[in-house]
């Protein structure tokens, strides 16, 4: 059980370092910019107040928002948005990871459930690097573009300690 609050602790040393700034072109999107921000903050608290579930259910919706902007958008920012979608999805995955293992009774080897959230989480992180970096020209979106793969290197380190960590081969 101490190893997952290792993890849990790790997580938010890592979620306080991840948070992207917003992207600002329009009134709507400057709203959604917000609210991913809102969303990615609510997360942070939850999984610090030890409410994986909780951060969980956030970082779906902020996939989820950033699933939206990325079909308003056209050219190289939908793109972004796919690779943040990517990274929050995997992160809700981590989270679900989290919450399944600790429910579960904290028991290693984790069960399938906990190591198959974990592959997921994975799979999806690997969507994130698949996308192009812009050009670079465009300096403010090359700066977004590379905090999001720095996020997605922190978060797969997260993700392959809980992996050894939770004993999923």
């Known amino acids: 059980m101490a190893s997952s609050f290792r993890i849990g602790g ?3 040393l890592l979620l306080t370092g991840l948070t992207m700034s917003p992207m600002l072109s329009d009134a709507q999107v400057v709203g959604d910019e917000a609210e991913l921000g809102r969303l990615q903050s609510k ?4 999984i610090g ?5 909780g951060a ?11 699933a939206q902007l990325g079909k308003r958008t056209t050219g190289w920012n939908t793109a972004f948005r796919k690779g ?3 990274l929050f999805r995997s992160q809700e995955h981590t989270y ?3 919450a ?3 429910r579960a009774g904290g028991q290693l080897p984790a069960s399938s459930g906990v190591c198959g959230s974990l592959a997921l989480a994975r799979t999806s992180l690997s969507h994130v690097t698949q996308s192009d970096l812009p050009s670079p020209q465009d300096a403010r979106l090359l700066d977004e ?8 290197d922190n978060w797969h380190q997260v993700i392959d300690s809980m992996i050894a960590e939770y004993q999923c081969l």
Do not use: I, P
């Not at 573009?145 to 997605?152: F, K, Y």
């Open 100 to 102: 399944l293992f600790r």
């Open 96 to 98: 679900r990871a989290m």
């Open 56 to 66: 969980a259910m956030m970082m779906g919706r902020a996939a989820l928002l950033a």
């Open 49 to 53: 107040n030890d409410d994986a579930d």
């Open 145 to 152: 573009v590379t905090r999001l793969h720095a996020s997605a």
């Open 43 to 46: 997360a942070e608290d939850a």
């Open 10 to 12: 790790l997580t938010v």
């Open 84 to 86: 943040q979608e990517a």
